[in-house]
């Protein structure tokens, strides 16, 4: 039980990490996707660089609560280099995570494994969902130009 205590109080250290000093914070005029979550008042604004489907620069910007600030700047950093096709799994495990069920593989998710905790508070799930359903219609806005 004591470990688990000092995983959480860990997990905690890096959710208020991120948020004090989030990375890739500012937008730089690339597509970009907005979502509010009214529940929360959550406000973000993801934008990405894509060339030959490989994410080259994720930004974001906007207000909110910690958990949903900081999961866009953990986003930022896990998925930029990524192409769309990795980028969009890590994103269907991040969403696995989040709801509480069993996922293999938990390295790929790196940091983002500090939001474990939030599948026990439902009304936080949409914060920490946020910035990756902003993200995911980034993505799939680049496949369906790629189609056309
Ligand atoms: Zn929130």
């Known amino acids: 039980m004591k470990k688990m205590n000092n995983l959480e109080n860990l997990y905690r250290q890096v959710i208020i990490e991120h ?12 597509p970009q996707a907005r979502l509010y979550n009214p529940s929360c008042g959550d406000d973000i604004t993801m934008e990405t660089k894509i ?5 080259q620069e994720i930004n974001f910007d ?30 269907a495990k991040y969403y696995s995570l989040i709801k509480g069920e069993v996922i293999d593989g938990e390295e790929e998710l790196a940091e983002a494994m500090v939001y ?20 995911e219609q980034l993505l799939d806005g680049e496949n369906n130009e790629q189609k056309s």
């Open 62 to 91: 906007g207000t909110g609560c910690s958990i949903c600030c900081s999961s866009a700047s953990i986003l930022t950093e896990l998925l930029k280099g990524k192409s769309i096709t990795e980028a969009k799994k890590i994103i």
């Open 116 to 135: 474990q905790g939030v599948s026990k508070f439902p009304a936080r799930i949409k914060c920490a969902a946020l910035p990756w359903k902003a993200l």
């Open 19 to 30: 948020y004090k000093h989030p990375r890739n914070k500012g937008l730089k005029g690339f």
């Open 51 to 55: 060339d030959s489907g490989i994410i």
